[in-house]
Each structure stands twice: as C-alpha cells, then as structure tokens.
C-alpha cells in the first residue's frame, strides 16, 4: 500500500533501469525507427535525400568532417547529461532516505 501511495518508492533500481533504456535503447531505437520510416515513406526519403545533397554539396571535406564531429560531441555531451541527470535524481533519493531514517531515531 505504500507503494501506491507514494509512501516508499521504487527510485534507485527503476531510475538505473531508465537510465540505460534512455542512453542505449533510444539511440538506437531511433536510428532504425528512421531508418524505417524512410524507406516506408517516399516522401520523406525525397526530403531526406534532397536535403543531404543540398547541404552536403555546399561543403567542401574539411567541412563536412567537421559537421560529422560536431554532431558527435552534440551526441557525446547529450549522454553526458543524461548521466548527470540522473545521478542528481539518484543522489536525491538517497538524501530523501537518509533524512526518513534519522527521522526514525
């Protein structure tokens, strides 16, 4: 009953489940929902191609390398966040546990 009543929580366990489902799930679940999408839909794949090309002929190869390695420091630094976000909620959970249990004596 506590449990339903937001008494006792479930936070550590569940938040670390969370966490890999966001950092290693999603990713890859969204590069093939992509990835599907493109081929079921022609219209986007036309969209798809059309803006490649567009932006990818405008850029010469220093360019396009560093527009490859930005977008892998945007993904690296979005991890990261996903990380340090849950930590806080992790550490606040363990703060709320201690304070219910100096509370107890």
Sequence with gaps: MDFLTFKSFISTSALIVFYYIGA???PIGTWFLSA?????YKFIDDA???GRDAIWGLLNKKQQTKL???FI???LFLELFWRMMFEFLIAYMQ??????????F
């Design 68 to 70: 490859v390695t930005l």
């Design 73 to 75: 420091i945007f993904f």
């Design 36 to 40: 599907w999408l493109i081929k079921k």
């Design 95 to 104: 703060i709320r546990d201690a304070l219910l249990q100096s509370q107890a």
């Design 48 to 50: 798809q191609k059309i």
């Design 24 to 26: 290693f799930i999603l």
